[in-house]
């Protein structure tokens, strides 16, 4: 059976009590990433980042039982502080790309998506939206979804924590 690939990306908005400059800092700062990424009982304990137009990342979540999931990918567009565009994949702890299975999912799913994040500023608070595409139909989308807005609520945490140290 062939997992179809939605034709229309996942698309997250969200709005920061925080300036534009700083949700940026929080997508490429490995430090403050490190603060936020993955749903709310992950952590995350590496992420590496080469910021630029090319550059690549390795990103580790690690679930409350000690799993690790590795993902990697290059980062395609940069517009600082509005707009990036990086490749998503599964990855092993090198950073190697792995098809799905290796963390046990349907061997149909895809070995690459695409996700952009924009970022606007609005009376000193961003509108961030972020757009997942290539992701498979049904179940993945749903569970990606909550796992991004988990994610984005440790978000909101962080950079609340980041400006009440000034």
């Known amino acids: 059976m062939e997992t179809q690939v939605s034709s229309k990306p996942m698309v997250i908005t969200r709005t920061f009590d925080a300036p ?3 949700v940026w800092k929080a997508w490429t700062d490995p430090e403050l990433f490190k603060r936020w990424w993955g749903p709310s009982v992950f952590t995350c ?3 590496r980042m080469d910021v630029r137009v090319g550059g690549t990342y390795l990103w580790c979540m690690r679930s409350p039982e000690g799993q690790d999931f590795w993902t990697s990918g290059e980062f395609r567009e940069m517009a600082a502080p509005e707009r990036l565009v990086y490749t998503d994949n599964f990855a092993d702890e090198q950073g190697n790309p792995v098809p799905p299975s290796y963390y046990g ?17 609005q009376a000193g608070k961003t509108v961030m939206t972020l757009s997942h595409a290539g992701m498979p139909q049904g179940d993945w989308v749903e569970g990606a ?20 140290r000034g």
Do not use: Y
């Open 145 to 164: 979804s909550a796992g991004w807005n988990e994610s984005f609520d440790k978000m909101a945490a962080a950079l609340a924590g980041v400006q009440a």
């Open 105 to 121: 999912m349907d061997g149909d799913t895809p070995m690459e998506t695409v996700v952009t994040v924009t970022l606007i500023e």
């Open 45 to 47: 304990p590496v992420a």
């Open 20 to 22: 534009r400059a700083l």
